[in-house]
């Protein structure tokens, strides 16, 4: 007996050693190769999705390889973090180098956890000296295409690929160091009458009629009517396109139903982001062949003596100045000006520094300026649209809280309804703002939770929600409004009217468009949020042809312009699901007739 007992006490004492070796190896991998010896540690720092755990190797005091091994940021805007950044903190020797434009937070991290691995080493690293973050390749000085597109985002790429299947040399230039624009941190629904979807769910009485008239209504009838029509009239052959060409995938059973629309119509693509779509059209984009040059800002729009648009002049990462001769056309996909704060206070002054941004940090108006040294027309430029539901934090558009259009309801701090939840996202906002705080909750249940699934689809952004105190998962209605000091009783008698509009099937007080959900059961979420610029419905005016027109209503020959760069399609608001519609719609237009001319 005695025996057993000392053959098990020694077993546990292995098996200890060996779980803290084990351990330590995790740490720190070390070997005697070179005179200093070589040394593998793994360091840990905060990205914006989650941790970034990578494993640095140090030789001679020097560092000479970074593999990440953990991480869950978006792909393509980590990409140059994790390469053109590797290189930069391996050939200064440091991390105190600048982040990647456009991947700050990712930036941030990835540097933090290189940081940590090098504390763990016990090692003191001899900085070498200052180096660029951006590409050393150098340009020519003059380069000729048929046809040149300015911006990655959708409309970009949809241009690029429409103008070389109809057999132009292509080239895209970006400003950012990562293609994708705002379509990439978009959720990059679509909305697109008689989908496929709609079939699939019995929502048989959708038109692109109805689709018309929703959208014109949206914004207040200041679309042009023929642009609109063509939007409606093309939403779904677009849509089918990224299907059927692109080989984006769409939830085969789930759609959204945006505030403003009358009918459920908007496709999800498979991650409920944008970046299924900017993957799949970067990767077609490379396959036929197309260049894309990132790190390369277009500055002016070049001009023959008749007037003609033929080439772009641009600046390289490196500051290298780069001419890009185009023999057919230019197309312009720069998107709005949502993230420049003077121009947005230029056009509407109420648009100023207290409003966050939920663009990227590119969308700073270029191409509009651009055009505008043409005598470009410009439409619509005061009306600029805030997304209701962001981070209180940072501006960030939220994608967990699209359990909103599955019934998820707003309340304010006193704990009470005041807005239809379907409602136009310039009129919910205008409603939050009102409220005690400027602000408001949104509160669901695990049954709506379940219906969208938005949660599962977006784990990295509720994660950092939580922790930093934001949203709240409670087991009672109580414990939810203790959270947030949310008057209780006003919150139990909003929820209990809620379970009776949702049995009745009428919601006396707002009129929910698709009907409220029931939240007699629990576990509850509930979430802060407040409005933050979104979408610039100003820009260019563009006719049927995607043709830049003049001041004086002629047509700027050689240039097209598609996307949010544009004014002509969503008059003072734009209807959620409406942004990719249009970019893909008239992106397509713009790259086949630049191709053409």
């Excluded at 679509?190 to 496929?196: D, Q, S, T």
């Excluded at 689709?211 to 679309?223: F, I, P, R, S």
């Excluded at 509407?348 to 969308?363: A, I, L, Q, R, V």
């Amino acid at each position: 007996m005695k025996q057993n007992f000392t053959t098990k006490v020694l077993a546990m004492l292995l098996t200890i050693g060996l779980v803290l070796a084990m351990a330590a190896c995790g740490q720190q991998e070390s070997s005697d190769e070179g005179s200093g010896g070589t040394q593998v540690v793994e360091g840990v720092g905060q990205g914006k999705h989650g941790d970034i755990k990578v494993k640095v190797t140090f030789a001679d005091d020097k560092i000479t390889d970074i593999q990440v091994v953990e991480h869950q940021e978006n792909e393509v805007l980590a990409e140059p973090v994790y390469t053109q950044l590797k290189e930069v903190v391996m050939a200064s020797n440091s991390v105190e180098v600048d982040a990647i434009s456009g991947s700050t937070v990712t930036s941030k991290g990835y540097l933090s956890a290189i940081q940590d691995a090098i504390a763990k080493s016990g090692l003191t690293l001899a900085a070498v000296g200052a180096v660029s973050n951006t590409s050393q390749h150098q340009e020519e000085a003059e380069q000729t295409f048929d046809v040149v597109v300015i911006g990655g985002g959708g409309a970009g790429f949809s241009a690029a690929i429409e103008a070389n299947l109809a057999g132009a040399k292509v080239v895209l230039l970006e400003k950012m160091p990562t293609v994708g624009g705002n379509t990439l941190i978009s959720g990059g629904e679509m909305n697109a009458p008689n989908n496929w979807v709609q079939q699939k769910l019995g929502i048989t009485d959708d038109s692109a009629d109805l689709y018309y008239e929703d959208t014109m209504k949206g914004g207040d009838n200041l679309g042009t009517p023929e642009m609109v029509r063509i939007l409606a009239d093309n939403a779904l052959a677009s849509a089918e396109w990224l299907r059927d060409e692109i080989k984006v995938e769409f939830l085969p059973d789930h759609l959204f139903q945006f505030g403003g629309h009358s009918r459920k119509r908007a496709l999800i693509p498979v991650g409920h982001t944008g970046a299924e779509l900017i993957t799949k059209l970067k990767a077609k984009t490379e396959a036929q062949g197309v260049a894309i040059k990132t790190n390369m800002k277009a500055n002016t729009l070049i001009t023959n003596d008749q007037g003609r648009v033929t080439g772009v002049a641009a600046t390289s990462g490196n500051g290298e100045q780069i001419i890009f001769h185009a023999n057919k056309g230019v197309v312009l996909a720069t998107g709005g000006f949502g993230s420049n704060v003077e121009m947005r206070k230029q056009y509407n002054p109420e648009m100023d520094e207290k409003y966050m941004s939920t663009d990227t940090p590119g969308t700073t108006g270029d191409g509009i300026v651009m055009a505008q040294a043409l005598s470009a027309k410009l439409t619509n430029m005061e009306y600029i649209q805030t997304y209701p539901v962001c981070n209180p934090e940072t501006g960030v558009i939220s994608l967990v809280a699209d359990s909103r259009f599955d019934g998820a309801i707003l309340i304010n701090q006193e704990g009470e309804r005041f807005v239809e939840e379907l409602e136009r996202r310039d009129v919910i906002s205008k409603a939050i703002l009102a409220q005690t705080g400027g602000y408001a909750y949104q509160f669901w249940n695990q049954t709506i939770a379940d219906i969208g699934k938005t949660i599962e689809a977006h784990q990295d952004e509720y994660d950092m929600l939580v922790k930093q105190g934001l949203l709240h998962k409670a087991d009672t209605i109580e414990e939810a409004a203790k959270f947030f000091n949310v008057d209780v009783d006003t919150l139990k008698a909003t929820v209990e009217k809620v379970n009776q509009y949702a049995s009745t099937g009428d919601d006396l007080d707002f009129h929910h468009r698709s009907g409220l959900v029931s939240l007699k059961t629990g576990p509850y979420y509930i979430q802060k949020a407040v409005p933050s610029v979104h979408h610039t419905m100003g820009g260019l005016v563009i006719d049927e042809q995607a043709h830049v027109i003049k001041e004086d209503g002629s047509i700027i020959s050689g240039l097209y312009a598609a996307g949010e760069v544009t004014g002509v399609i969503h008059g003072t608001n734009r209807l959620g699901g409406n942004a990719i519609a249009d970019i893909f719609t008239f992106g397509r237009i713009a790259g086949a007739n630049a191709a053409s001319n």
